[in-house]
């Protein structure tokens, strides 16, 4: 448990890189624990099943967190920026809302995805000859949505309440729990992917229930059973502060979509044929969000540091963290785009080894399709600044740029022209037109920050 001055809040005070290191590095955990929930589940399906199991859980896993990071990022950003102003009785309000909200949404969510599971898994592009295994990874994995959203939402919050270690607890118990049964119901058991799938759930269960035992100690507010009651101008405000994030997740669905379809498409009309793109795109993907984890990571530590001492306005520690978290993430996925084009085939294989023309495509994915991955971690961290400096609209504006203003365009375009291959190359060509649009609104709100400094 960490400790704390009393009634002082070490947000407002504490050394920049001393409280980036308190808040990142469990937020890094945490992130890279909940992406590995998938990424264990295609290295085990893709071990134990093939690429065509792979490719069924590319399909349903990006419907999962769109709701929960609305709430948990908009509740985390509500409470600190209100902690920073010194008001607590309205960053209260944050928690209650957040836990309300996200159990009816997930409910219904879970219903709506079940009735209509069959049209949603072609919609999001599987196979004739993936589609069983999407409906089968698919089924289990919904019933599982209220226990996800749960964790995530709250996870959040603990986090933003100064509590990063416990935020990391609750998702690494969950992952541990998923890495363990993973191999024992694929493979032990031989229930393929609804093995995995089960797996998952059964993790992310025991992630929601410590999250409810977390309820009893928030640290900077005061939690009780009033605070579930939902009040409407509260959580219009986290909306409006967590709609960002909502767009980014409800993007990957509609990129993976369009991905999805243009893959099995044009892939038809290849060598490659169908599935071979849409598994190998979906593995290369998933790498890159683990890597995009460290740089999400380090933002999401930084935003309650940033949004605690806006409200405050302590400007210079605003802009420092932003740097200090800027040059980091920009640094990592460097180091990742090297790795990207120099060793795809050793991380290719981590996933499976099929047979060569499934393992050619892959490589080639690798190296096209990430060549310019160096920029994401600056488009991502910008985007998550901007929520929690409170801008909503430049925040969402970063949030929807590079999956859907520019990379969907390009992808039509180059697949028309190109082919598969045009898809791959669609990848750069978005994040280098993304980084062109970001730059300036960056630049644009350090010239903001001066005038306030005087």
């Given at each position: 448990?960490e ?6 809040n ?15 590095i469990?937020?890094?955990?945490t992130l890279?624990v ?6 264990v ?10 690429y065509l ?6 399909v349903?896993?990006?419907l999962?967190?769109a ?5 948990g ?18 960053a209260?309000?944050?928690a ?12 219904a ?5 079940i009735?209509?599971?069959?049209p ?30 749960f964790?995530?939402?709250v996870?959040?919050l ?6 990063p ?22 493979f ?13 759930v ?15 100690r ?6 009780s ?7 409407w ?7 409006l ?7 980014t997740?409800i ?51 930084c ?20 740097l ?8 990592i ?9 120099v ?11 099929e ?20 920029f ?5 961290c910008i ?25 969907i ?15 791959l190359?669609a ?8 980084f ?5 609104l960056?630049l644009f ?10």
């Open positions: 448990m400790t704390t001055i009393p009634n002082r070490p947000l407002g005070y504490a050394p920049i890189g001393q409280l980036m290191r308190k808040f990142s469990p937020s890094i955990i890279i909940t992406y590995l929930y998938n990424i589940d295609q290295i085990f399906i893709g071990q134990g099943v093939g199991g792979n490719a069924a859980t590319n349903i896993f990006p999962t967190v709701i929960a990071v609305l709430l990022d908009g509740g985390a950003a509500f409470m600190n920026l209100n902690l920073g102003q010194g008001n607590k009785t309205e209260s309000k944050s209650g809302n957040v836990a309300t909200v996200t159990v009816v949404s997930a409910l969510l879970t219903i709506i995805c009735i209509f599971l069959k949603l898994c072609g919609l999001l592009g599987a196979t004739a000859d993936s589609i069983q295994y999407s409906l089968d990874y698919g089924l289990i994995i919904i019933l599982g949505f209220p226990f996800t959203n964790a995530t939402s996870s959040s603990i986090r933003a309440d100064g509590s270690r416990y935020s990391m607890a609750v998702m690494l118990s969950g992952a541990i729990t998923n890495t363990i049964l993973d191999p024992l119901f694929i032990g058991f031989g229930w393929g992917v609804k093995g995995a799938a089960w797996a998952t059964i993790g992310q269960a025991i992630s929601a229930v410590l999250c409810v035992s977390y309820f009893s928030f640290r900077y507010i005061d939690f059973s009033e605070s579930l009651k939902v009040k101008n509260a959580l219009k405000k986290m909306f502060l967590g709609i960002s994030s909502f767009i997740q993007a990957v669905v509609i990129v993976t979509s369009a991905n999805n379809i243009a893959l099995t498409t044009y892939g038809a009309q290849s060598v490659y044929g169908a599935d071979i793109p849409l598994a190998a795109l979906g593995i290369t993907m998933k790498v890159n969000q683990i890597l995009m984890g460290f740089c999400i990571g380090i933002a999401a530590g935003a309650p540091i940033i949004s605690f001492n806006c409200g405050a306005q302590q400007v210079k520690r605003v802009k420092q963290t932003i200090y978290g800027a040059g980091v993430s920009v640094l996925m460097a180091l990742a785009t090297i790795c990207y084009e060793f795809p085939l050793y991380i290719v294989k981590i996933f499976g080894t047979r060569e023309l499934y393992m050619r495509f892959a490589v080639k994915t690798f190296r096209i399709y990430l060549c310019l991955a160096v994401n971690g600056f488009q991502v985007a998550i600044f901007f929520q929690a400096l409170g801008k909503p609209l430049q925040a969402m504006l970063v949030s929807v740029s590079r999956q859907v203003v520019f990379y365009p390009v992808m039509l375009l180059l697949s028309s022209l190109m082919g598969v291959e045009g898809i190359w990848g750069p060509a978005g994040d280098a037109l993304t062109i649009l970001v730059l300036p960056i709100q350090f010239k903001k920050f001066k005038e306030m400094e005087g």
